[in-house]
């Protein structure tokens, strides 16, 4: 058996066969596949602590006679503890929704949250706000357990001692004393991007009150300078978007509702024609490249060049000087494809390209006719501090020349993300009164003289402004666990010398703002009940370019790029001792924990990275042809050194990532984050500098002979030549449309009689070309289902138990991909259900919807199920890993309506049985049928794309039938005769043919 | 020397050998079983330390108060609800207003602070029973409480374990009755007449008994 796998492996190798891969290695000829073969990682079974044999016998047999004993006495006292004057809408067993947000870099992310009797457990979109339409991001799932951290600070410190609020308070009136007569020089305030219109209306007053008092901004994800103008973009508009190094779909303000509007016009039917086109010229991979139909592989540095010449095509530009060939050749025809849509083309720049690309791309979208149709510019939704506030670099020599007296910090952490060639922790140590105000007391909180606790966002009031503009409201859901205090209360301190509640701090602000409505406190109310206050959203302004050329200071027709394009230096084998080589540095924010805010988040940490499917580490990226050059491999540690600072790295080998270029994340390699962040990766900060934010040509990489474990799950479940993912260009699906069902295998015949479903009959769609690989499914289905993260060492092991896993597959050359496809797998709940056959306690059984259930309490860990389950859906829990103490605070995030499951048991995904039980109970308390779209699972909730869809295969009506009936639909491995109920729509493309044919056109022809 | 044991020995040996332990298996799964199903093990007839020793017989029979005047969400929540102490102090702010058997209300009233009571009818972690539901379908309150109407002290009516769940999931024309009828007590019909009253409630309350035994129905 295993050698014909392995053959069949080698033989659909020769081109023709597998079309898709997942790991590397795969296509490695001669590659060992053996180890996948084993249904349970290498490692995943055995017993390899440190505990022997003796040991575990001996303490098996005292735990079996204490086990025999407590089973005879009754459980752990469980009182039942009413209110004493329970609160009018609380009703116990009957979960209640508050509109709120949750700030992320700042912008609000628009959540309705689901509380149980006053208890926070589930975070879901806001399905009427513009921003998230019902869904949200990754992260935003993921605040539900940082509110839980028992990592959070508890106390008001000063100076690492415990002290308290009252006395934080007399110090700050003590100081407020002085900048009185001062005016408030030496006052320096550091905030994350503020777009809350009460904390702007404070840092106003405050500024007001103190002149000579500054506030600066240093956001780490966005460290160049203020902008005048930001772009707002219509993608549901575009029928052709060319992306410049720009990730639109995660971890963008608004990238909830961009990853919608994209998908919005790719949604394939049977007998449609058209879909947009997506192009991204990009360096390091992201997922917006993933999504795109074609994707054009750049160093950082010919980013600008390329867009220069997709510019002097449109005749907006000169052409540029310097320009690989095929990227000339893509300039080309992207340029021909965007002039043939004019109107509805759009071209976006990443973050990290530096202002003068931004207002040429600004130029080339005024050329296309997408200003006002595909993107809106504005004045950016953030408040943007007065004078030079976004420049760290002049506060720290402030700071080290003794000038500032007081700086208060708000929500930052700049001693960690604070760029390498800023001495920021010694210049604190100079400042005298150091205020930070923290959910952790990270590095900067550490170093502090006060350190104030911040209050989560669901524990306090506070607004701010969505990606549009929207301003949304912060309501608490619980009071502060920990004593935590808000920005808006501390700032209070600071402007009135008096504590304010949030609350009067919020409400008092906005009745100001509103004071001729004449009926404030039914709108409040009602505006509190929707989350956010309508028609607020920012306006396009109408400035041309020229105005925001000149807004950075320097002008667009010097693009500074040009000095930094180098050729490609030829690169040697690396040894221990070889000179090092020289490559170009790439730093981005983490895709799941950002800049490091995340970093101590377990959901997030454990949560596998989109396309690297690395947890818990970062790595030194680097493409299968670099690597092979430099004779490293996944696992080596190298050391790069940048500008003279160094810092040690794995290497991950990641396929699609430009050549000679090293992509580090940030975030990690903190040093204070908590139990689950504190240590993890390497310090990516160390190697970024003022002048270059995002890295830059001159690395020297050089190789230590250590490895360094990392834990990627991608490696772990293989599909052995299965045609498992499918896709074809939208010409090909045009000419037939059932090509995802070409070479299937017959279903096996069966002699027994089919078993009819006369209820509901629950089963999934998901339409591939929709999913982005977000993530955002994934930890939704870990907070909604009670999942445990296991830790590194356990993912390491193959015992990872999220039940979503994401299959993120490759199509093309391993260094270039030319398609990315990403398949969201979890119990696909099989009529044939392989696994039902060979449990000898009957703990996994069908129901009579068709639901493939577990019976918790009738699982006794043989494993035989996952064994035989073809889809390696099903999670073991190898070790105790929920914590049995119900007293600890990270019980409280438990969804009450879900088991939390102990060691020796099988899970997997369950369609959200506990969703399909209450809309259940609510049909037949009704005497009616369920309607469709009343059973909404998790991962369906909050996917931005819906690319998910549940519902009853029983109601023709149904969305999931109509998708069903799609003709490319199908079912992974039906050929077996599983028949299973999630069944997948294959990946439509829309490739560009002319990028295939086109001859090269020399510059001096194209311009 | 004559043999020390006659041939039948060996027989007898044996018997014991392969016959002991089987008696001993079968007694003890016996005995087991006896133990775990009986009163001693469910907690079934037990009476339940209170910190107020609250007698449903005296409010249910002597007052008539209805079950729903202090469980208010049994008919729409999972959880049937205990009344918060504003509830109990809606009467007993004007009744016996000095009892010193109700001082723990008054101080719970007083200080703000909830009254801890001992949880009488008690389900395993991993079953999710629905009180709303049962209550919609006619499950009348003693079927599974028993005669709380007569309960000085509370005790668990039922065993609640699982076969004993299955039993009604199994059959429930055997004992459901007319939804307006759940909350009266001393309801008991000749078996014949129940079974009629029940096929026809089964029709009307649109009860699909081959699906009260899907696993999924109590267990997620």
Not at chain 1, 993 to 1007: I, K
């Amino acid at each position: 058996m295993r050698d014909e796998v392995m053959n069949e492996d080698v033989a659909r190798e020769d081109g023709s066969g597998l079309r898709f891969w997942r790991g590397l290695d795969e296509l490695a000829p001669g590659a060992d596949s053996s180890a996948a073969l084993d249904e349970f990682a290498d490692g995943a079974s055995e017993w390899d602590d440190s505990l022997g044999r003796r040991r575990f016998l001996q303490l098996m047999g005292a735990s079996a006679a204490l086990a025999g004993l407590s089973g005879c006495l009754s459980g752990p006292p469980d009182p039942i503890v009413p209110y004493v004057d329970q609160p009018e809408q609380v009703v116990p067993g009957k979960p209640l929704f508050f509109a709120t947000a949750v700030p992320i870099r700042g912008y609000a992310e628009p959540v309705l949250v689901e509380s149980h009797t006053g208890r926070p457990t589930k975070i879901e979109g806001n399905p009427a706000h513009p921003a998230s339409r019902g869904a949200t991001s990754a992260q935003a799932q993921a605040a539900l357990l940082d509110l839980y951290d028992p990592d959070r600070s508890q106390t008001v410190r000063f100076r690492g001692g415990i002290a308290t609020w009252q006395q934080f308070v007399e110090a700050m009136q003590a100081q407020r004393a002085r900048w009185a007569a001062t005016g408030g020089a030496g006052l320096r305030l550091l905030t994350g991007p503020v777009t809350s219109p009460t904390l702007a209306a404070q840092l106003a007053s405050l500024l007001q009150q103190f002149p000579a008092a500054r506030w600066h901004v240093p956001d780490p994800a966005a460290p160049g300078p203020a902008v005048a103008v930001e772009p707002r973009y219509h993608f549901d508009r575009a029928r052709v978007v060319l992306t410049l190094d720009a990730e639109v779909i995660t971890g963008q303000p608004g990238s909830v509702r961009y990853a919608r509007d994209l998908v919005s016009r790719r949604r394939v039917r049977k007998g449609q024609t058209a879909m947009s086109r997506i192009y991204a010229a990009e360096s390091t991979p992201t997922l917006t490249g993933a999504l795109a139909d074609e994707r054009l592989r750049l160093r950082p540095s010919e980013i600008g060049p390329f867009a220069e010449a997709v510019a002097a095509r449109l005749g907006a530009g000169e052409w540029p000087a310097a320009l690989s060939p095929k990227a000339q050749d893509w300039a080309v025809t992207v340029a021909a494809d965007l002039r043939a849509n004019r109107g509805a083309a759009v071209v976006v720049a990443g973050e990290t390209l530096v202002p003068e690309w931004h207002v040429l791309v600004r130029r080339l979208n005024e050329a296309l006719g997408a200003i006002g149709q595909t993107v809106d510019y504005g004045a950016p939704v953030a408040v943007q501090p007065p004078g030079n506030g976004t420049d760290l670099a002049a506060l720290v020599r402030e700071m080290t020349a003794g000038r500032v007296d007081t700086l208060v910090m708000l929500g930052v952490n700049p001693v960690y993300t604070a760029p390498a060639d800023l001495p920021f922790a010694e210049a604190l140590g100079r400042v005298e009164t150091t205020v930070h105000l923290g959910s952790h007391l990270d590095e900067t909180g550490f170093r502090s003289v006060w350190h104030v606790p911040a209050a989560h966002a669901l524990e306090t009031w506070s607004d701010a402004r969505a990606y549009d503009g929207t301003v949304t409201l912060i309501q608490p859901l619980i009071a502060p666990l920990y004593d935590g205090r808000s920005a808006h209360e501390v700032l209070a301190v600071l402007t009135d010398g008096t504590p304010t509640p949030g609350y009067d701090l919020v409400r008092g602000f906005w009745q100001r703002e509103l004071a001729d409505r004449t009926d404030f406190d039914s709108f409040w109310r009602q505006t509190l009940r929707k989350g956010f206050l309508a028609g607020t959203a920012a306006s396009a302004s109408a400035t041309t370019s020229a105005e925001s050329s000149s807004v950075y200071g320097r002008s667009a027709s010097s693009p500074p790029g040009r000095s930094m394009l180098r050729p490609y230096a030829g690169l040697q084998p690396l040894t221990s001792n070889s000179e090092p080589a020289t490559l170009e540095l790439i730093l981005r924010p983490d895709p799941t924990i950002g800049t490091g805010e995340w970093a101590n988040n377990g959901w997030l940490q454990e949560t596998p990275k989109p396309l690297t499917k690395l947890t818990w580490d970062n790595a030194a990226l680097i493409s299968p042809s670099t690597a092979k050059t430099l004779g490293v491999e996944n696992e080596d540690v190298v050391e790069l050194r940048y500008r003279g600072q160094t810092v040690e790295a794995p290497v991950w080998v990641l396929a699609g990532q430009p050549e000679g270029c090293v992509t580090c994340h940030l975030g990690y390699g903190r040093a204070r984050a908590g139990r689950a962040g504190t240590g993890a990766g390497f310090d990516a900060y160390r190697l970024r500098f003022v002048d270059a934010p995002w890295g830059g040509p001159g690395l020297e990489i050089r190789k230590t002979g250590k490895t360094y474990a990392l834990a990627a799950t991608n490696e772990q479940w293989r599909m052995h030549g299965r045609d498992l993912a499918r896709s074809a260009p939208i010409s090909a699906f045009i000419e037939n449309p059932d090509f995802a069902h070409e070479g299937e295998m017959m279903e096996l015949p069966t002699l027994y009689p089919g078993y009819e479903y006369d209820g509901y009959k629950w089963g999934m769609a998901i339409d591939l070309t929709a999913c982005t690989g977000c993530n955002a499914c994934v930890v939704a289905c870990v907070a909604e289902n009670n999942i445990p993260v296991v830790g590194k060492e356990e993912v390491r092991r193959g015992r990872h138990m999220y039940w979503l896993r994401i299959d993120r597959y490759y199509k093309g050359d391993a260094s270039d991909p030319e398609e990315v496809l990403h398949q969201p797998v979890f119990c696909q709940h099989c009529e044939n259900a392989p696994c039902e056959l060979v449990c000898p306690v009957n703990a996994t059984v069908h129901d009579s919807e068709g639901l493939n259930v577990m019976i918790y309490n009738r699982c006794m860990g043989t494993r035989y199920c996952s064994n035989n389950c073809p889809y390696k859906v099903r999670r073991f829990n190898f070790l105790q890993y929920t914590d049995y103490d119900r007293n600890d605070v990270s019980a409280l995030r438990h969804n009450p309506d879900v088991t939390v499951r102990t060691r020796g048991v099988m899970e997997k995904c369950t369609y959200c049985v506990q969703r399909i039980s209450h809309a259940r109970i609510e049909a037949k308390k009704e005497n009616r049928t369920i309607r469709d779209g009343e059973v909404v699972t998790a991962c369906q909730g909050v996917c931005p794309t819906d690319a998910i869809v549940f519902g009853d295969m029983n109601d023709r009506a149904s969305r999931v039938n109509q998708l069903k009936t799609e003709p490319h639909n199908y079912g992974l491995l039906a050929e077996l005769g599983t028949r299973p109920r999630t069944t997948y729509l294959a990946q439509i493309t829309n490739p560009n043919p002319a990028l295939r044919t086109v001859q090269r056109s020399a510059p001096d022809e194209a311009s | 020397m004559g043999q020390l044991y006659h041939p039948y020995a060996n027989a007898l040996t044996k018997l014991f050998v392969v016959g002991g332990p089987l008696f001993v298996f079968v007694l003890w799964w016996f005995v087991a079983a006896q133990v775990m199903w009986s009163p001693w093990s469910t907690g079934e007839y037990e009476f339940v330390e209170q910190p107020v020793p609250f007698s449903h017989e005296h409010h249910v029979s002597g007052l008539g108060i209805d079950c729903r005047y202090c469980h208010a969400s049994v008919e729409v929540s999972s959880s049937a609800g205990m009344p918060p102490t504003e509830t109990c102090m809606s009467c007993h702010s004007q009744l016996w207003t000095d009892s010193p058997m109700l001082e723990p209300v008054r101080r719970s009233y007083a200080r703000n602070e909830p009254i801890p009571w001992n949880r009488v009818n008690k389900l395993a972690d991993y079953v999710y029973f629905d009180h709303s539901i049962h209550v919609a379908k006619g499950v009348g309150c003693e079927t599974c409480h028993g005669r709380v109407d007569q309960m000085p002290l509370t005790y668990q009516g039922a065993s609640l374990q699982m076969k004993w769940c299955l039993g009604c999931h199994r059959a429930p024309e055997k004992f459901i009755r007319p939804a307006e009828e759940v909350f009266v007590f001393g309801r008991d019909l000749p078996e014949d007449e129940q079974l009629e009253i029940g096929r026809r409630l089964v029709q009307d309350y649109d009860i699909h008994v081959e699906q009260l035994t899907d696993c999924s129905i109590c267990h997620r």
